[in-house]
């Protein structure tokens, strides 16, 4: 009996770190991600190469309603047709509120950043989260794919 409940006891204790560690999924969340709005957003006008950087000055670029979003996505064109589904229903939709979730790399030099976002599409606002793909593309990261 004192094997059976040594054993059931390491077996819940490595399950319970292999399930927390599933749980997490090897996202990490950005702990002093700022909300930006119409105001914050106009200081948004540089960007860094990391993957943050990028998505937080896209989605101020769209809450600014200017194209500079265009700066942090591919060169080469035409882009992916996910991306230009992507933009293209973005054009329907006002984008008031933007902040970074957490980020997780699911390839060598290509990871995904969750975001919050809230929008406007027909007098109606609706407000969730999703992921954005970026990809490191000649020592510059990229944005290659938009949640619809």
């Known amino acids: 009996m ?3 409940s040594i054993t059931l006891i390491l077996t819940l204790l490595v399950w319970g ?9 090897g996202w990490i969340a950005y702990k002093k991600a700022k909300l930006i709005e119409a105001k914050s957003a106009r200081k948004v006008r540089r960007f860094k190469n990391k993957p943050g ?19 942090v996505l591919p060169k080469k064109t035409p882009w992916s047709r996910r991306l230009t589904y992507a933009l293209n229903k973005y054009k329907d ?3 008031t509120k933007f902040r970074l ?18 929008i406007e599409y027909k007098g109606r606002k609706d407000s969730g989260t999703d992921e954005v793909s970026l990809e490191l593309i000649d020592g510059k990261w990229v944005i290659v794919s938009l949640p619809t």
Do not use: C, G, M, N
């Open 53 to 71: 950087s990028l998505v937080t000055y896209f989605y101020a670029s769209k809450i600014r309603q200017d194209q500079k979003w265009k700066k």
């Open 2 to 4: 004192k094997t059976y």
């Open 101 to 118: 979730v957490s980020k997780k790399e699911h390839k060598p030099s290509k990871l995904w950043v969750k975001i919050w976002v809230e």
């Open 93 to 95: 939709w006002t984008f």
């Open 17 to 25: 770190v292999y399930a927390q560690t599933d749980t997490d999924k």
